[in-house]
Nanobody, 125 residues
Framework: QLQAYGGGLVQAGGSLRLSCTAS????????IDWFRQGTGKEREGVAC????????RYTASAKGRFAISRDNAESTVFLQMNNLTADDTAVYYC????????????????????WGMGTLVTVSS
């Protein structure tokens, strides 16, 4: 199982740090993805990190503002989000992705295996 937490209400321009903690499976063997879904919108990828932590990928909306990292010893992945805007308002989900290798991740929904309950991020303008 995966559990995402750390969401909340923040003003535009502020920062939040989301965490995703895994249990019940060997999370160190999986890439971890962050997705989000705003009200009335489709789920979209945000960022991912390879199982080794050496590879990361960001979508255009996240690049330069968000940073993903992981602590395999703690089975936890972090998403540091800076300079938030109202467009970042969404429920954020983490998912375990079956990796192609230890240094890649794809943000491909088809490759995800485990999902956590989301955490709501609300950015007030």
């Amino acid at each position: 199982q995966l559990q995402a937490y750390g969401g909340g209400l923040v003003q535009a321009g502020g920062s939040l740090r989301l965490s995703c903690t895994a249990s019940g499976f060997r999370s160190g063997l999986y890439a971890i993805d962050w997705f989000r879904q705003g009200t009335g919108k489709e789920r979209e990828g945000v960022a991912c990190i390879s199982s080794s932590g050496s590879g990361t990928r960001y979508t255009a909306s996240a690049k330069g503002r968000f940073a993903i990292s992981r602590d395999n010893a703690e089975s936890t992945v972090f998403l540091q989000m800076n300079n938030l805007t109202a467009d970042d308002t969404a429920v954020y989900y983490c998912a375990a992705e079956i990796p192609l290798n230890t240094s890649l991740c794809s943000l491909n929904l088809i490759r995800t295996k485990y999902w956590g309950m989301g955490t709501l991020v609300t950015v007030s303008s």
